[in-house]
């Protein structure tokens, strides 16, 4: 079955450092999105987007975040100055179309120090 | 604003014993979708089932079953004849369509920690 890749698996970053985290979507899909889990706590959407601009965005995705699809493949969300409370698994998403199941990457485990 | 609860923070069962997830949600929204994922202890999030809010028909997949009623708002999943690799954190997940359309906003509930000892 076609895999959503997320790279990297883990960042560790200092405070106020920038960061950009990688997801490779599945081929096909055309909509995109960013879901984070702070440990131990439920998964938590930011953001969605389609055709490229975003569609929806949650009250966490603040000015401090962006996405981007700078080609066809690759989807990336920066965090440009990050704060400790960032720290979270970061989960990229993709799917066909609206109301479809999403297909989620393995996520990338960020640590603000 | 929609809401899901999964009252059952951790369940602890031996194998072979059937097990129920419990979710219940709100939303205002009549046409809506519910989802199941799960969470192995390797992070992944793995889809289970969607379930559109307009079927209400039960869903069975091997040892996997889904009780949706819309009385009561409720999405809850049965696991039968637990085994060992089914320990995981499971999350119920709800999804709003907004002009008919859903924009992949899914709210998830807190999760429930399945443990099945052998």
């Known amino acids: 079955e076609p895999e959503v890749t997320q790279t990297p698996s883990h960042q560790v970053t200092q405070m106020g450092q920038e960061v950009i985290l990688r997801c490779v979507p599945i081929?096909?899909?055309?909509?995109f999105y960013w879901y984070r889990q702070i440990l131990g706590q439920k998964v938590e959407f930011l953001v969605s987007?389609?055709?490229?601009?975003?569609?929806?965005k949650s009250e966490i995705f603040d000015d401090q975040f962006s996405v981007e699809r700078p080609d066809g493949s690759n989807f990336t969300l920066k965090i440009r100055s990050t704060k400790l409370e960032d720290s979270a698994m970061y989960f990229c998403?993709?799917?066909?179309?609206?109301?479809?199941?999403?297909?989620f990457g393995s996520g990338t485990q960020l640590s603000v120090l | 604003a929609q809401k899901v609860t999964q009252a059952q923070t951790e369940i602890s069962v031996v194998e072979k014993e059937d097990v129920t997830l419990d979710c219940v949600y709100e939303?205002?929204?009549?046409?809506?979708?519910l989802f199941w994922y799960k969470q192995p202890p390797s992070g992944e999030l793995v889809f289970l089932i969607r379930?559109?809010?307009?079927?209400?028909q039960n869903e069975i997949s091997g040892r996997y079953s889904w009780n949706f009623q819309k009385s009561t708002s409720s999405f809850n999943f049965t696991i039968t004849a637990s085994q060992v690799v089914d320990s995981a954190v499971y999350f119920c997940?709800?999804?709003?369509?907004?002009?008919?359309?859903?924009?992949?906003?899914?709210?998830f509930g807190q999760g429930t920690i399945l443990t099945v000892h052998p």
């Open positions: 998403a993709s799917s066909l179309t609206w109301g479809e199941k999403l297909f």
């Open positions: 987007f389609y055709n490229n601009e975003i569609s929806e």
């Open positions: 939303t205002r929204d009549t046409t809506y979708y």
């Open positions: 081929s096909n899909h055309l909509y």
């Open positions: 997940a709800l999804s709003e369509a907004v002009g008919g359309t859903s924009y992949g906003k899914l709210t």
């Open positions: 379930r559109n809010s307009f079927d209400e």
